[in-house]
C-alpha cells in the first residue's frame, strides 16, 4: 500500500518553544492530510485537515493559531505546535489517502511529542 | 466517537480462539468503514474496510460484519495469535467527507 512517512518520531521540547512535525506521502500526492492526536489510552482525535495551497479546515476546540498547519505541496503537510506546554505533550498522528472516495488512509509512524 | 476520560476496554482471549471486537458508530450517513489496529507507539495499520451497502466481507483471518439497522460494526479474528496483540479501532467516513472519525478502541491481549 501507499506509504506515509512522518518525522520525527519523537521530540522533546521545552516549555514556551515551538516544535515542527512533518508528514510526507512518499509514492503519491495527497491534496489533502489529516492531522489527529491521541492521549494514552485513547482514540484518536481529528485536530484538522490539511489542505494543499489554501488554508487548513480545524475541528472544532482546535486553536489553529496553536496548531499550525502548511500544506505547501501535494506531498508534505507539517504541523508546528507554538509556544508549547506540557498539556500539549501527545502523540501525533497524520493520514492521507491515495485517491478519493471509499479508500483506505494510510498513517505516517506517529510523533511523540513531550514538553518540559 | 471520542472517549475523553475513559480507558480502553479489554478483550482477553487464547490464542487460537477467534475473537470478536465490537464498535457502535454514531452517524447513520456514514457510507465506509474501515478497521485498523495499533501496535503501541505506531500509527494505526489497516485491517480490512466495508462499503455501506454490504453487510459482511472477509480478509485472511478477518471478517468484517456490519448492522446499519443498529449502527453496529464487529471485527472477527480467527485463530488468534500473539502478534494480534494491539488496539483495534472502528473508524467511519461520513458522506461527502473524505475525513475519519474513529471509535473507542478495544484492548487486544492474546494469552498464550
Known amino acids: 500500500g501507499a506509504v506515509v512517512s512522518q518525522h520525527p518520531s519523537r521530540v522533546i521540547c521545552k516549555s514556551g518553544t515551538s516544535v515542527k512535525i512533518e508528514c510526507r506521502s512518499l509514492?503519491?500526492?495527497?491534496?489533502?492530510m489529516f492531522w489527529y492526536r491521541q492521549f494514552p489510552k485513547q482514540s484518536l482525535m481529528l485536530m484538522a485537515t490539511?489542505?494543499?495551497?489554501?488554508?487548513?479546515?480545524?475541528e472544532q476546540g482546535v486553536e489553529k493559531d496553536k496548531f499550525l498547519i502548511n500544506h505547501a505541496s501535494l506531498t508534505l503537510s507539517t504541523l508546528t505546535v507554538t509556544s508549547a506546554h506540557p498539556e500539549d505533550s501527545s502523540f501525533y498522528i497524520c493520514?492521507?489517502?491515495?485517491?478519493?472516495?471509499?479508500?483506505?488512509?494510510?498513517f505516517g509512524q506517529g510523533t511523540r511529542l513531550t514538553v518540559v | 466517537g471520542e472517549s475523553v476520560g475513559l480507558h480502553l476496554p479489554t478483550l482477553s482471549v487464547q490464542e487460537g480462539d477467534n475473537s470478536i471486537i465490537n464498535c457502535a458508530y454514531s452517524n447513520s450517513a456514514s457510507d465506509y468503514f474501515i478497521w485498523y489496529k495499533q501496535e503501541s507507539g505506531k500509527g494505526p495499520q489497516f485491517i480490512i474496510d466495508i462499503r455501506s451497502n454490504m453487510d459482511k466481507r472477509q480478509g485472511q483471518r478477518v471478517t468484517v460484519l456490519l448492522n446499519k439497522t443498529v449502527k453496529h460494526l464487529s471485527l472477527q479474528i480467527a485463530a488468534t495469535q500473539p502478534g494480534d496483540s494491539a488496539v483495534y479501532f472502528c473508524?467511519?467516513?461520513?458522506?461527502?467527507?473524505?475525513?475519519?472519525?474513529f471509535g473507542t478502541g478495544t484492548q487486544l491481549k492474546v494469552e498464550l
Open positions: 490539511s489542505n494543499e495551497g489554501s488554508k487548513a479546515t480545524y
Open positions: 509514492d503519491f500526492q495527497a491534496t489533502t
Open positions: 473508524a467511519e467516513n461520513t458522506g461527502g467527507g473524505n475525513k475519519l472519525t
Open positions: 493520514s492521507a489517502r491515495d485517491r478519493q472516495g471509499w479508500t483506505e488512509a494510510f
